[in-house]
T-cell receptor
Framework: RKEVEQDPGPFNVPEGATVAFNCTYS??????FFWYRQDCRKEPKLLMS???SGNEDGRFTAQLNRASQYISLLIRDSKLSDSATYLC???????????FGKGTHLIIQP | NAGVTQTPKFRVLKTGQSMTLLCAQD?????MYWYRQDPGMGLRLIHY???????AKGEVPDGYNVSRLKKQNFLLGLESAAPSQTSVYFC????????????FGPGTRLTVT
């Protein structure tokens, strides 16, 4: 059964702080991994892909641990505009696309 | 470049009524998807299409039908709406198969009373 698990939160974090959250996936055949961001009452949008070597995009760092079957997202120097729901997304290579986690709700407080 | 558009944005139906949701993309993508998103459930795949004239069932296809007569359009039909189909429906498209970025439309908020 395809399954992606995330802590729903909410994570309440002061502006400027560093926050990290993880996601676990159950299918060891999973091939590609993503973090999507979804603002309230909006559509999901790709935040970043997650590569085996890890990757960084400005204040955002994503890591993949295949042995333990989890991916992580680290946000440094958090901004008020980072408040959103972050969706962990996994693909096992099938034509039916991506499997989405239920999301982690992040609230950055001034 | 509009990307992925969905019509309508909002709709209220009575139980038993039918309707069609339209998704259109102008990016010449082969692959298109319909999801529903419910509180606490995350995004669930209803149906998808790997090209013009093709459709396939996703995780939760019951009560829905789809058609992809033109490459740029993917229609989702509800033949006899039920309150359990109250949800936010998102359409998405992708240029490549499987594990590549999907581009989402703004969603349709459907309430069935």
């Amino acid at each position: 059964r395809k399954e992606v698990e995330q802590d729903p939160g909410p994570f309440n974090v002061p502006e400027g702080a560093t926050v990290a959250f993880n996601c676990t996936y159950s299918n060891s055949a999973s091939q590609s991994f993503f973090w999507y961001r979804q603002d309230c009452r909006k559509e999901p949008k790709l935040l970043m892909s997650v590569y085996s070597s890890g990757n960084e995009d400005g204040r955002f760092t994503a890591q993949l641990n295949r042995a333990s079957q989890y991916i992580s997202l680290l946000i440094r120097d958090s901004k008020l505009s980072d408040s959103a729901t972050y969706l962990c997304v996994v693909n096992i290579g099938g034509a039916d696309g991506l499997t989405f986690g239920k999301g982690t709700h992040l609230i950055i407080q001034p | 470049n509009a990307g992925v558009t969905q019509t309508p944005k909002f709709r209220v139906l009575k139980t038993g009524q039918s309707m069609t949701l339209l998704c259109a993309q102008d990016m010449n993508h082969e692959y298109m998807y319909w999801y529903r998103q419910d509180p606490g459930m995350g995004l669930r795949l209803i149906h998808y299409s790997v090209g013009e004239g093709t459709t396939a069932k996703g995780e939760v296809p019951d009560g829905y039908n789809v058609s992809r007569l033109k490459k740029q359009n993917f229609l989702l039909g509800l033949e006899s709406a039920a309150p359990s189909q109250t949800s936010v429906y998102f359409c998405a498209s992708s240029p490549f198969l499987g594990g590549y970025e999907q581009y989402f439309g703004p969603g349709t908020r459907l309430t069935v009373t």
